[in-house]
């Protein structure tokens, strides 16, 4: 397998994160390119033949060829006989899948515009309203993610799922952005289930394997 994607972007994070809980290892079972921002490569016509969007993460397995994070993730997940990621059941998939969905379509795209703002804008440039209010809505939003997890220790399920990657990206980059700027987003409101969540997942050897080093 080939993956297309620069380490550092959160949505090819994602499927580093998923090959390495499925037991996976870059150089071994699948080579990583450097592609996007700094690297180029995506707008190439090699590239732009195999993702008409010109994005990371994209996925070549032999003939399959795959773009769209979670799409990649599901087809990972759902590919192998260990289906503890992505559960067979529909009703418990669903439930895995919804976190999935609302991590990109609400919690990522709410905070996106405080994340790029603060990382890629220059100073001079950045509409720090918008960022305020930006991170402020993500920090609602994870609040339904403190309250969900207050009575159970995943997100979706009794043990860890895909549910779990993305969600924990985000977050990882929320607690980042209030730490370095916090002079410019000021104080938050304690999150306990969500800190012992995030601690206890960022810590499995596939997180320090994929995303850490």
């Not at 206890?200 to 997180?207: F, H, Q």
Request: proline share 4%.
């Amino acid at each position: 397998m080939e993956l297309y994607g620069r380490r550092n972007s959160i949505n090819v994070q994602k499927v580093m994160w998923c090959l390495a809980e499925l037991g996976l290892n870059e150089g071994r079972d699948f080579q990583r390119i450097d592609a996007g921002l700094q690297f180029g490569v995506v707008d190439t016509p090699e590239f732009l033949a195999l993702n008409p969007n010109g994005l990371v993460p994209t996925l070549v397995d032999g003939d399959v060829v795959l773009w769209e994070s979670n799409t990649i993730v599901r087809y990972l997940a759902s590919s192998r006989e260990e289906r503890a990621l992505l559960p067979v059941n529909p009703a418990a998939r669903a439930e895995v899948e919804r976190w999935m969905d609302w991590q990109l379509g609400t919690l990522w795209a709410t905070l996106r515009v405080a994340f790029l703002g603060l990382t890629r804008v220059p100073e001079a440039e950045r509409n720090y309203d918008a960022i305020r209010a930006s991170h402020l809505e993500a920090a609602r939003l994870l609040r339904i993610v403190d309250d969900a997890l207050s009575h159970q220790l995943f997100l979706a399920q009794r043990h860890f799922t895909v549910a779990d990657i993305g969600v924990a990206l985000a977050a990882v980059r929320w607690f980042d952005l209030a730490l370095e700027f916090a002079d410019v987003l000021g104080t938050y409101a304690q999150r306990p289930f969500l800190v012992d969540w995030l601690g206890r997942v960022i810590d499995r050897p596939a997180y320090r394997t994929a995303v850490q080093r």
